[in-house]
């Protein structure tokens, strides 16, 4: 009897690696190296893909492998663009205008356009207790990123583990 294989799983797997590093004080600085954490979410999500099929007849190719990284992007760009809105909702600091003053601190003039558009930002912040623009504005981005630095993970976690596989093979 074939062994039932879940793809669902692998994509769970690689999102929840993504979101736990992306939301985890300290340890989100991760992403801060080219996205590594997201990246090691979708080497995660193949790798558990590839757990599973290890001992059938299915081949791990590449688009198994993009498709994995994608969809695990995706579904953490979602969650932690939620995860984000809700904390800030919840904060009782306005970080648009921390930010304001502490680049007051460091003796950094903005141009008179971005303190504008800050200002805005701000006033949304004190009106809604969040910024619908920041929120549009980080989600869009994370939807773009997170597949694509979860693309790139994946397609490691194909080459290693098909490193693995043909190291293993015992040539006849």
Not at 36 to 44: C, E, F, L, R, S
Not at 65 to 85: D, K, Y
Not at 87 to 106: C, D, I, Q, R
């Amino acid at each position: 009897m074939e062994k039932k294989i879940n793809r669902l799983a692998p994509v769970i797997w690689g999102s929840s690696v993504m979101t736990a590093i992306s939301v985890l004080p300290l340890i989100n600085f991760i992403n801060l190296f080219f996205c590594a954490g997201i990246v090691i979410g979708g080497y995660i999500g193949v790798i558990s893909y590839y757990r599973q099929i290890h001992d059938t007849s299915v081949r791990l190719t590449y688009k198994d492998g993009v498709i994995i990284g994608i969809l695990s992007g995706i579904l953490s760009a979602v969650t932690v663009s939620g995860i984000n809105i809700i904390m800030l909702m919840y904060s009782k600091a306005n970080p648009v205008t921390e930010t304001m003053s502490m680049l007051g601190e460091f003796g950094k003039n903005l141009p008179p356009e971005v303190n504008t558009q800050m200002n805005k930002l701000a006033d949304e912040f004190n009106k809604y207790g969040f910024s619908p623009t920041l929120a549009i504005f980080t989600f869009i981005s994370n939807i773009i990123i997170y597949p694509l630095f979860g693309a790139i993970g994946a397609l490691l976690g194909v080459t290693i583990a098909e490193k693995r596989r043909k190291d293993t093979v015992i040539p006849s």
